[in-house]
């Protein structure tokens, strides 16, 4: 693989993990209880408890990006399964700022308010991810969209959103507000990349 292929690989991947390190940052706050304070929820429990379904996703990951072993080891770098703090502001980004940042971010009402819509948000950032590296290397449609579906439900699962109905919402979300902007006619998508996304549409909507 030349440089210039390694770094696409790279940052393909990167979009997809992003969104997955909100969601398990996400998933060990709720999974705390809505009485537990961030200073003492634990990464390194929640990692551990969810360890199957966490290796699951990252091998669905590896399989829609045909990404290479080394591709993947940047998920050890971004260290978002590793033990560490999560903190109010942390949780204000991946939320996308549904509250006002003050000094009392801290409180349970607002911790739990950036927990649901940061959940909302990083499914949508997460499935948008999975379709669009999918469409970058021409993964099958059909089957790739099956694993999408599989992979968004196991997200789903990590922040308690275990409902059989997850995936259905979590696409509906996706079609309503990032879809859009690949698919109008204002948008710089080539007419091959707007295909290629609307053929995932498509087929998770036949599927969901």
Known sequence: ????????????AREIFGPLGGIVEIGVVVDAGESAALAH????????RNHLEMSKILRTVQTIGNFHSSTM?????????????????SLLLWSGGIEEYSSDLNNPQSVRRMASA???????????????????????????????VEAVRRAAGL???ENAGA???IYRMWRASLLPQVLMQTSAS???????????????????
């Open 159 to 161: 922040v308690g959103a």
């Open 73 to 89: 080891a940047i998920v050890e770098e971004l260290g978002w399964h590793a033990d560490h703090e999560i903190t109010a502001p």
């Open 118 to 148: 940061g959940a909302d948000l990083q499914l949508v950032r997460f499935t948008h991810a999975m379709v669009g590296v999918a469409v970058a290397v021409g993964q099958p449609v059909d089957a790739s969209s099956e694993l999408i």
């Open 167 to 169: 995936a259905r919402e």
């Open 1 to 12: 693989m030349n440089g210039d292929a390694q770094v696409s690989e790279t940052s393909l």
């Open 41 to 48: 929820v634990s990464v390194d429990e929640f990692a551990a």
């Open 190 to 208: 080539p007419n091959s990349v707007k295909t290629g996304y609307r053929s995932f549409a498509h087929a998770l909507e036949s599927m969901l």
